[in-house]
């Protein structure tokens, strides 16, 4: 009994260390190496359009930060003037100010004495320049929130292209880790373009959330000035 003891501890002892020698090595996931997968091809023009995406939200976000802001007694300082007459000081007004607002109301000023009309057409012109400098760099964003995905699943199409041609070559002695790896490569360029992409389109449309308060602003500033010119002297 005792020499049976020891042969099934022995044997048991045997079988353990042939399943911890054959166990597979746990290898943790680095997100540095993952993209070096993806390869150079797909992975630098993508990290390419982040830095511009990045660059853009930023700088429109200082813009139209900028551009929102305002004097709260703006207005009524403008009425003043105008009320007393005094349009040189109301047009210094304005151009001390410097908001988009404000450079439309400038222009309101300048074209005081002619038809109500005239001075309304000359209000949105400039309303329409400064919306055009404020959206500059939307298309850009934009594009590569569509784009970015298109180049990852191109990355991806790639990668499984490959994969099976060194299937292909390899004949019968396919290895499975030569599927697998392709494929895991193939779809690092994926997320990368769905990564790029979805933080594009978010930053996208705060941009615009953000640029529809400013021209709101500015529609009200306008309607504000040209009920100022319609009010009847006293």
Do not use: W
Not at 11 to 39: C, H, R, W
Not at 110 to 134: H, W
Not at 167 to 194: E, H, K
């Amino acid at each position: 009994m005792e020499i049976t003891s020891v042969m099934l501890q022995a044997a048991n002892t045997m079988i353990a260390d042939s399943l911890q020698t054959a166990a597979p090595e746990v290898v943790e996931m680095n997100y540095f190496e993952m993209a070096k997968k993806g390869g150079p091809l797909i992975m630098i023009p993508l990290l390419i359009l982040s830095i511009i995406a990045v660059y853009i939200f930023i700088e429109r976000c200082v813009a139209i930060h900028k551009a929102s802001k305002e004097d709260k007694n703006f207005m009524d300082r403008i009425k003043d003037y105008i009320t007393e007459g005094k349009i040189d000081a109301a047009a210094s007004l304005c151009e001390k100010t410097n908001t988009p607002a404000a450079r439309m109301i400038e222009k309101g000023i300048s074209r005081l004495g002619k038809p109500m009309n005239d001075v309304l057409v000359a209000i949105e012109n400039v309303g329409n320049l400064e919306t055009n400098k404020l959206e500059r760099g939307f298309t850009t964003l934009a594009t590569i929130a569509g784009g970015a995905p298109m180049l990852g699943f191109l990355g991806t199409v790639i990668g499984m292209v490959e994969a099976f041609y060194d299937m292909a070559n390899a004949g019968n002695n396919v290895d499975i880790t030569v599927l697998s790896d392709g494929i895991y490569t193939a779809m690092i360029t994926t997320v990368a373009g769905l990564i790029v992409g979805i933080l594009a389109y978010f930053a996208y449309n705060f941009l615009v959330s953000r640029l529809d308060s400013v021209v709101q602003k500015m529609e009200l500033r306008t309607m504000e000035f040209m009920d100022l010119l319609n009010e009847p002297i006293h």
